[in-house]
């Protein structure tokens, strides 16, 4: 399983930016898809994830600026952010929840990353 980020970038403050993520390989079913961010000297956190069927879940820190949006269809997840701010810059990763095959467990797969800088 393979999970390819794109649309990382600079942007002033008050612009906008938006991610997408294609997962690929051999994969039988999704479950959560998600956005993960981690800033120089800090731990990785939670930006926003949806689970298959259900509503979206966000970090506090981007509710009302950024919106998750997934298709399943294509094993797609997007993040359109808006309202960017100086500390939102770090570098953002796609995570999804995989099954590779019928009656495997679920595993975690990441993306490899893209640089999200916004300058004040």
């Known amino acids: 399983v393979r999970l390819v980020e794109s649309g990382g970038g600079l942007v002033q403050a008050g612009g906008s930016l938006r991610l997408s993520c294609e997962a690929s390989?051999?994969?039988?079913?999704?479950?959560?898809m998600g956005w993960y961010r981690q800033a120089p000297g800090k731990q990785r956190e939670l930006v926003a994830t949806?689970?298959?069927?259900?509503?979206?879940n966000y970090a506090d820190s981007v509710k009302g600026r950024f919106t998750i949006s997934r298709d399943n269809a294509k094993n797609t997840v997007d993040l359109q952010m808006n309202s960017l701010k100086p500390e939102d810059t770090a570098v953002y990763y796609c995570?999804?929840?995989?099954?590779?095959?019928?009656?495997?467990?679920?595993?975690?797969?990441w993306g490899q990353g893209t640089q999200v800088t916004v300058s004040s």
């Open positions: 995570q999804a929840t995989v099954k590779v095959r019928w009656g495997m467990p679920s595993y975690n797969y």
């Open positions: 949806v689970a298959s069927g259900s509503t979206p």
């Open positions: 390989g051999s994969i039988f079913s999704i479950n959560t």
